[in-house]
């Protein structure tokens, strides 16, 4: 009776992702609205699809992405973030139309003008800044929809810098000559550097693709596949639940894309399992978070900022992946030696799960596997990553028919296509808004400001400095949204790490974990307050054990920012140099983990957990006079501990 009582009162998971997840829900649209909504979106991805194989001048394609995508904004997304009631209709009304024309009209200036825009650029028309003004306004709104007010209030706060900059005293160290409302304009919408710059192209190519992709690949019953091949992956053992939860979370993030969603997603299926387990609520919790945010750090999809990394770096997409290998392979190992702690600590009892059997399911449904590994193969072999994606997409949606309950017959494939194109939507309204904040930024120079700023607080330190970047970009994540903290804190905080002899790659990369990172960091880890609302457990210490889990992932950048060798976890270096840092990074991570889950051959005291973090954070140095301590630290903890059982059992 209890459990029916707990089951009836959790909240629905489309509630919850409504409420907890960065981007807010979009309106149910019905009749000729949705329609005609379903009919652009086809339309615009089918055109991505087209501008993929022939692409032509960028500045315009960005900008009629822009005008395509900013006036759905107003139709798809209320004014208030409350969700429609079941049945009602949730149609835009007479504002949000005339917002939608005034976007549109607004985004196709610049294209009707583009070559004197273009011309003029450092000397607008009255018209220009008026459009340019409009365009800007109609953005933040678009972002107050889709993300909340505060990212608007951030770019607000900017644009006032960039203007009242001048009166701020000649001494201070961020202070500038200010820029009047033609200069700001003219830098938001007339170049690269601002609402059309890296971020919107961005959305405008790899996210937009990517949303496509999972999209076919979600119509297609992917989503559904993976939970059943994790379910089924493990056999039978008390560790096995939490295996289960964060294969399965890794699986799925590939289709979701976002944290919250990921962890809901897999919670509202795993979250009994784990109960059966034996699983406290707080660590149940903790597991499902864990498994929710790790998707977004891993290939091959990665997050949307991993993206504008590879356009920062000009590298390809492929060469981002390759950084990120080494480090999900950490987090994922910490995730598992914390699960099998847990699974000694709390007793916890293999369960038996009603999933089909693994080898006939991949026999069946493997195929849904192959087009993630088409868009790697492409990309090895040469291949865009615009292209990988759009030939996995059209694989995904070919493969669909092997399935005859999920095949994408032209009903279906429309509502997938649509789907794609609208899943933009949010992402691109951030992406347009953090290249405001780019524009400011450029025109003011304000990063080599904020960049000198940082050095001479920290005393040009670099594990100071390291310590002041990681806490500003986690502060900065609780606020906006993970595309538009690493976009804000690459411009700003980037260039202190850049001066102190740190390489592009290494800086871009610690940015982004971190901003990624504080979808699970306290006091507003949303990913941990998602999961204690399926669990029922508190929200605080669902965090902490969010923590516990995550912790390699927030201490493994420090090594490849802090330590000469650090670029090998990178796979910067020789096959040799990568292989030993993996091992011994390997190595640090497992003291890491028995000195936070308080476990060795059984039960750790606080002499050997004291040991074992020492010891973790020296092997994170990567040299050799360090790693020689640390494992001389680990050896000792393990002697303490083997020492102390055999005393306590006589």
């Known amino acids: 009776m209890t459990e029916t009582r707990e089951q009836n009162a959790a909240p629905s998971p489309e509630g919850l992702i409504a409420e907890l997840d960065a981007e807010r829900p979009a309106r149910s649209l019905s009749g000729p609205v949705a329609v005609a909504v379903t009919v652009i979106g086809v339309a615009s991805t089918l055109g991505v699809l087209y501008w993929t194989f022939r692409p032509g001048p960028v500045l315009p394609y960005r900008m009629g992405f822009l005008a395509v995508v900013l006036p759905l904004v107003f139709l798809c997304y209320r004014p208030r973030s409350r969700q429609g009631r079941p049945g009602a209709k949730d149609n835009p009304g007479v504002a949000d139309w005339v917002l939608a024309a005034l976007a549109l009209a607004a985004c196709a200036y610049p294209l009707l003008v583009f070559d004197d825009l273009i011309r003029r650029a450092f000397a607008p028309t009255t018209l220009d800044v008026a459009a340019g003004t409009l365009i800007a306004l109609l953005i933040l709104e678009a972002v107050r929809r889709t993300v909340g007010w505060i990212l608007p209030a951030v770019v607000i706060g900017f644009f006032l810098y960039a203007y009242y900059g001048g009166y701020l005293p000649i001494d201070w160290a961020i202070g500038h000559r200010g820029y009047g409302i033609e200069r700001i304009m003219a830098s938001f919408v007339m170049g ?261 700023l940082i050095v001479g607080v920290s005393a040009g330190v670099l594990a100071i400095t390291a310590v002041m970047c990681a806490l500003a970009v986690l502060l900065l994540g609780l606020a906006v949204p993970v595309t538009a903290s690493f976009v804000i804190a690459a411009v700003i905080i980037g260039p202190a790490l850049l001066n102190l002899g740190v390489s592009a790659a290494e800086a871009y990369m610690f940015i982004f974990y971190y901003a990624v990172l504080s979808e699970v960091s306290p006091p507003t880890a949303l990913s941990a307050f998602a999961a204690s609302a399926i669990t029922g457990g508190n929200a605080q210490r669902t965090m902490l054990a969010t923590w516990k889990y995550t912790l390699p992932a927030f201490l493994v950048p420090f090594a490849f920012v802090l330590t000469p060798a650090g670029g090998a976890l990178l796979g910067q270096g020789s096959p040799g140099e990568i292989a030993l840092a993996l091992a011994v990074s390997a190595l640090a991570v497992a003291a890491l983990a028995a000195a936070t889950g308080g476990w060795l051959v059984g039960p750790a005291g606080p002499v050997e957990r004291v040991l074992c973090a020492a010891a973790a954070v020296a092997l994170l140095v990567l040299s050799p006079m360090p790693i020689l301590a640390g494992v001389i630290m680990l050896v000792l903890a393990l002697a303490v501990h083997l020492l102390l059982r055999r005393r306590s059992d006589s």
């Open 192 to 452: 690269t550097e601002g609402v059309y710059g890296v971020p919107l192209d961005v959305a405008a190519t790899y996210i937009i693709l990517f949303t496509i992709y999972g999209a076919v690949l979600d119509h297609s019953g992917a989503g559904r596949f993976f939970v059943d091949v994790s379910l089924a992956a493990f056999r039978r053992s008390r560790s096995a639940p939490g295996r289960t939860v964060t294969l399965a979370g890794f699986l799925l993030g590939t289709v979701s894309g976002s944290g919250v969603a990921t962890t809901v997603s897999v919670g509202s299926v795993a979250w009994p399992i784990l109960r059966r387990a034996g699983y406290p609520r707080e660590q149940g919790g903790g597991v499902l978070a864990a498994a929710g945010i790790g998707a977004i750090l891993s290939p091959p999809t990665l997050g949307a900022a991993a993206f504008i990394i590879a356009e920062y770096l000009r590298v390809g997409y492929l060469t981002v992946l390759v950084y990120a290998i080494i480090p999900t392979l950490l987090y994922y190992l910490g995730v598992f030696l914390a699960i099998e702690i847990d699974a000694r600590k709390y007793g916890t009892q293999a369960v038996r799960i009603d999933a089909p059997r693994l080898w006939p399911l991949l026999r069946r449904f493997g195929y849904h596997f192959s087009s993630l590994f088409v868009i790697v193969v492409l990309m090895a072999v040469g291949q865009s990553p615009f292209r990988a994606v759009a030939y996995a997409t059209i694989l995904a949606f070919a493969l669909s028919f092997l399935d005859r309950e999920h095949r994408l017959t032209p009903r279906r494939a429309v509502r997938a296509l649509a789907a794609g194109a609208t899943g933009v939507l949010p992402v691109a309204a951030t992406c347009a808004a953090a290249g405001m904040i780019v524009a400011v930024v450029t025109l003011t120079g304000l990063g080599l400001k904020a960049s000198s």
